[in-house]
């Protein structure tokens, strides 16, 4: 695993993270589950 900063600034970076199965270009958003208290159901989520 590796990250690769393309571009930075004070504000934060913006790169490239590179895992077992691809790249992942930052920043990215990404679904944060709580499975104790879900909001949203997980159905909903699939959509």
């Known amino acids: 695993m ?6 930075k600034d004070l504000a934060g970076r913006i790169g490239r993270l590179r895992i077992r199965s691809g790249v992942i270009e930052t920043p990215a958003l990404f679904p944060v589950i709580n499975p104790v208290k879900q909001v949203v159901s997980l159905n909903d989520i699939a959509r």
């Open 2 to 7: 590796a990250f690769e900063i393309l571009e």
